[in-house]
Nanobody, 125 residues
Framework: VQLQASGGGLVQAGGSLRLSCAAS????????LGWFRQAPGKWREFVTG????????YYSDSVKGRFTISMDNAKNTLYLQMNTLKPEDTAVYYC???????????????????WGQGTLVTVSS
C-alpha cells in the first residue's frame, strides 16, 4: 500500500487546514490508521488515529477538540481537519497505516508499517 498525503500549506494562527491521505492502487487494507507529525529537531509524535473496526478515534491531548480525523470509504481517503491552528502545530504531517490484519490501535510510530511522504504545515503567529 502506498499512501499519498496532501493539503499542507501556510496558514495564520487560528486558521484551518484539511489534510488528505489517499491509498494508491488499492483500498486501505489496514484497520488502524493514523496521523503523526514531526517538527524540526523533535521526534515524530502521534496526533490522531482511527480504528475502522468500530470507528473509534483517538487524539493527543495537544490537538483534542481542534483536530478531527475521518475516513471517506467511497473516496478511499483519510482526512485530518485541523481547526484553530497554533504556531506549535507547525510540522511535517504524515499519514500511516498499521500492518494488514492488525486491529489493535497503537500510538507508537514504530507500530505502523505504511507511511505517506509527509506534507508540511506551517502556522504563522
Amino acid at each position: 500500500v502506498q499512501l499519498q498525503a496532501s493539503g499542507g500549506g501556510l496558514v495564520q494562527a487560528g486558521g484551518s487546514l484539511r489534510l488528505s491521505c489517499a491509498a494508491s492502487g488499492r483500498t486501505f487494507s489496514s484497520a488502524v490508521l493514523g496521523w503523526f507529525r514531526q517538527a524540526p529537531g523533535k521526534w515524530r509524535e502521534f496526533v490522531t488515529g482511527i480504528n475502522l473496526n468500530g470507528d473509534t478515534t483517538y487524539y493527543s491531548d495537544s490537538v483534542k477538540g481542534r483536530f478531527t480525523i475521518s475516513m471517506d470509504n467511497a473516496k478511499n481517503t483519510l482526512y485530518l481537519q485541523m481547526n484553530t491552528l497554533k504556531p506549535e502545530d507547525t510540522a511535517v504531517y504524515y499519514c500511516a497505516a498499521r500492518p494488514r490484519g492488525v486491529t489493535v490501535f497503537n500510538r507508537a510510530a514504530s507500530a505502523y508499517a505504511y507511511w505517506g511522504q509527509g506534507t508540511l504545515v506551517t502556522v504563522s503567529s
